[in-house]
């Protein structure tokens, strides 16, 4: 029975087997390509340390473009207005600069716990 849920959740979030899955990718996408951001850009890192650590260890230029694009969205926004359709055409919402090493530290804090080391980090949300 596991293994059976297993399977079903595994399909319904892969686009490539269930065209909601692909719809919901498309309509994200040209939602994200409106304000110019990725995807990954909506990760919040004072929501989820591990986010918050690999942020730390990226290159300051890729955070630096990160914080750019969250600027730009937020004054879009304000503005109610969109990026124009020439810039728009050249964005890329699913374009991965976060999620390597966001595995790299969440390896790290499962080893840690695993050998029973005391976490790098604790916090509880308000």
Do not use: F
Request: aromatic letters at 8%; charged letters at 30%; hydrophobic letters at 40%.
């Amino acid at each position: 029975m596991a293994q059976l849920l297993e399977s079903l959740s595994r399909w319904l979030v892969n686009p490539r087997a269930n065209p909601l899955a692909a719809w919901h990718m498309r309509a994200v996408a040209s939602r994200l390509k409106k304000y110019g951001l990725r995807y990954e850009d909506l990760y919040d890192p004072y929501y989820e340390m591990d986010i918050k650590e690999a942020l730390a260890r990226l290159p300051q230029e890729v955070v630096d473009a990160r914080i750019q694009r969250l600027k730009r969205a937020m004054d879009l926004s304000m503005k109610h207005e969109y990026l124009p359709k020439e810039l728009q055409a050249i964005q890329t919402p699913y374009k991965s600069y976060l999620s390597d090493m966001l595995a790299l530290v969440k390896r790290e804090a499962a080893e840690r716990e695993a050998l029973g080391a005391l976490p790098l980090y604790q916090r509880t949300l308000p």
